[in-house]
């Protein structure tokens, strides 16, 4: 079974510096599809980045990033010029082509320092 | 407005009652989820629906129940049978279509609803 997992609890940043968050998953699939979901104070769940598996190019959105190494099964985010409204926890998740379900980590709280 | 609406954003329960969460969604996206967030823990799939009249359990799907008698509608029964049901619930929408696109990869999430048993 698919499995992703998020080692860090809680990470800090300092306002302006650059926070990576770790994810790595476990997979036998070749096509499958990752993400970063950003869950604020809120609650609401927001769509930050998404990768395909079968592109080698790394995904970018503004200032944020990943790091993405199919080998290695890790998927991480990269934050830069961390701002106030970037603490929340982020999630990582993982869906394998052809099917609906998607396989959440445990989530990463982001501390962003003034 | 177009979105995904969850209603209401916050439910009290006694225990012994069930009580009903509702998703409602305007983006005329094709399958509809039911999650449930604990602290510590990712999202649990507890209903995944990719049609009207069609869906399947996910994998914490006991002590709940859910229809889809219309597209836009998806709403979720927390029955006497579960034993926790404090919980945030969250329900996400998705376009069905090419694969590869990035509208029909991505889940779309509504507010939640905090749903607590006294």
């Known amino acids: 079974a698919q499995t992703v997992t998020q080692s860090q609890p809680e990470m800090s940043v300092q306002e302006a510096e650059t926070v990576t968050l770790s994810c790595t998953y476990d997979?036998?699939?070749?096509?499958?599809?990752l993400f970063w979901y950003k869950q604020p104070p809120s609650r609401q769940m927001i769509l930050v980045i998404r990768q395909e598996a079968y592109k080698q190019q790394n995904a970018t959105e503004n200032r944020f990033s990943v790091n993405f190494q199919k080998a290695a099964k890790s998927f991480s985010l990269k934050i830069s010029d961390s701002q106030l409204g970037d603490a929340a926890m982020y999630f990582c998740a993982y869906r394998s082509a052809g099917t609906y379900k998607y396989i959440f980590g445990t989530g990463t709280r982001l501390k962003v320092l003034a | 407005d177009g979105g995904i609406t969850q209603s209401p954003k916050y439910l009290f329960r006694k225990e012994g009652q069930n009580v009903t969460l509702s998703c409602e969604q305007n983006?005329?996206?094709?399958?509809m989820y039911w999650y449930r967030q604990d602290p510590g823990q990712g999202l649990r799939l507890i209903y995944y629906?990719?049609?009207?009249?069609?869906?399947q359990k996910g994998d914490i799907a006991e002590g709940y129940s859910v229809s889809r008698e219309k597209k836009e509608s998806f709403p979720l029964t927390v029955t006497s049978a579960q034993k926790n049901p404090t919980a945030f619930y969250l329900c996400?929408?998705?376009?069905?279509?090419?694969?590869?696109?990035?509208?029909?990869?991505?889940?779309?999430f509504g507010p939640g609803t905090r749903l607590t048993v006294l």
């Open positions: 629906s990719q049609i009207v009249n069609d869906f």
């Open positions: 983006l005329n996206h094709d399958a």
């Open positions: 996400a929408t998705r376009l069905l279509g090419l694969a590869g696109a990035s509208d029909t990869d991505t889940q779309y």
């Open positions: 997979t036998s699939e070749s096509d499958y599809y």
